[in-house]
């Protein structure tokens, strides 16, 4: 189902992917610094969680400025907590590379606030970009280590913008309960020599809908 949801004086192009049944939980999900909501990996995964009684929520926002991201992916959930159409208990924020920064960034700011006790339930970050290529010694972690709620990091081991032992160390010092799995040989773009990507996006997808499914204990009635 395609969405217009409005976001200052423009429109945010978005597409619901919907369960047969009613879902009780959703997923707001968005892509990284190049491309939109049609990259491969979030069809997939969209796809696959609306084929498993989630709601899924993914949405186009241009832009390189992970504040204004930030912003769009707000107003994303805003829109996603007043519908009529979808009355959900709780969501889960996703992103795909700059996407699951703008993602955590969002948390980080709600939690701040006590409007939004228990609507979020958790961040996916799918090849979160902890740094730079090369450049290691900055750390694009402060959001992380102040979110207040369950986390996955699903990332390559060899993702030259996540240095496996970087995120180990980050991910060791958040607050909160916490899981990273690793796709083993894959960069960035989550390719890995002599795989297919159908099969990679099987083994994030699967991964990604069990941790949820931990986190909400879905009821499958």
């Known amino acids: 189902v395609k969405v217009k949801i409005p976001f200052g004086n423009k429109y945010l192009d978005a597409i619901f992917s919907v369960p047969e049944k009613k879902p009780i939980y959703g ?4 892509h990284g610094a190049g491309g939109d909501m049609n990259f491969p990996h979030l069809v997939s995964l969209a796809a696959y969680l609306a084929s498993h009684g989630v709601l899924c929520l993914r949405f186009t926002c241009k832009g390189l400025n992970v504040a204004y991201r930030t912003k769009a992916f707000k107003a994303v959930v805003e829109y996603l907590k007043l519908s009529d159409d979808y009355k959900l208990s709780g969501v889960f924020l996703a992103g795909r590379s700059m996407g699951s920064r703008a993602a955590a960034s969002v948390i980080r700011q709600l939690s701040q606030g006590d409007d939004d006790e228990g609507f979020i339930q958790g961040l996916v970050c799918l090849s979160y970009p902890l740094h730079r290529p090369k450049l290691q010694s900055k750390l694009r972690d402060e959001d992380l280590l102040l979110i207040r709620c369950p986390v996955l990091f699903v990332s390559g081991s060899a993702d030259e913008m996540c240095e496996k032992q970087l995120l180990e160390s980050v991910v060791s010092k958040m607050k909160v ?23 990679v996006m099987e083994e994030i997808n699967t991964h990604v809908f069990s941790w949820l499914r931990e986190n909400v204990q879905l009821q499958h009635k």
């Open 177 to 199: 309960p916490k899981k990273i799995h690793w796709i083993d040989k894959a960069n960035h773009g989550m390719t890995v020599k002599g795989r297919t990507a159908n099969d």
């Open 27 to 30: 997923v707001i999900l968005t």
